[in-house]
């Protein structure tokens, strides 16, 4: 019996010992792969609302909450660009009223994110894979800051959804880690609850 053991179970033993530590060990390097990867288009996304928000807000005077208002933003939106003719240190020019500005409207999607890969929809739901599509979030407000009103917005893309299909636990352990610490537990820009200059907490 012991040699039975020792000819075939042991060997067996041994290798399923060995299948288990490699898996120990590369579950979280594949995990973190993995969540880089998925980060970065996320990051791009909200980098792009950014953008559109900021631009927006120089239109209407506030941000949007709504996602299909910034995807309709950059389809059908225009900006305005001022153009001055003249120099205003031409003192002459001036006082002969040389001196004039025009103001020109140009199509929001001729000017921004022109980038071939750029798909408006895509602001919304995020394709990471065939099989996860991962929901932004977005919220706008005017808050009072110092007796001023301050328009806000944040957009947010959470772990929970970016990360689906990854290793639970360590998807569990992450957003613990991010709770506990007081941050938010995926991929944030800008905030409403105070301004922050539209930062994303990756920056």
């Known amino acids: 019996m012991k040699k ?3 000819y075939l179970i ?5 290798i399923v010992l060995g299948y288990l530590v490699y898996n120990s060990v590369q579950e979280p390097v594949a995990f973190e ?6 980060e970065a288009v996320a990051i791009q996304c909200l980098e792009d609302i950014r953008t559109l928000q900021e631009v927006f807000k ?5 941000f949007t909450a709504s996602i299909d208002s910034l995807i309709d933003f950059y389809n059908n939106g225009q900006i305005t660009i001022v153009r001055q003719i003249g120099s205003m240190d031409d003192s002459l020019a001036v006082a002969q009223n040389r001196v004039r500005r025009d103001s020109v409207k140009i199509n929001v999607k001729d000017t921004l994110l022109k980038r071939s890969n750029f798909v408006a929809s895509n602001l919304k739901v995020i394709p990471i894979t065939e099989e996860v599509k991962v929901p932004v979030e977005m919220k706008a407000v005017i808050k009072q800051v110092s007796g001023v009103n301050v328009p806000l917005f944040e957009a947010t893309v959470s772990y929970e959804n970016l990360l689906a299909g ?4 360590l998807l569990v352990n992450l957003y613990h880690e991010r709770v506990d610490t007081g941050r938010y537990p995926g991929l ?6 105070a ?3 539209n930062a994303g907490n990756w920056e």
């Open 10 to 14: 042991l060997p067996i033993l041994v």
């Open 195 to 197: 301004p922050n200059n």
């Open 166 to 169: 990854l290793d639970h636990q």
């Open 188 to 193: 944030k820009v800008g905030s409403i609850d």
């Open 33 to 38: 792969k993995n969540r880089k990867a998925r």
């Open 4 to 6: 039975v053991f020792a």
């Open 58 to 62: 120089t239109e209407h005077g506030r």
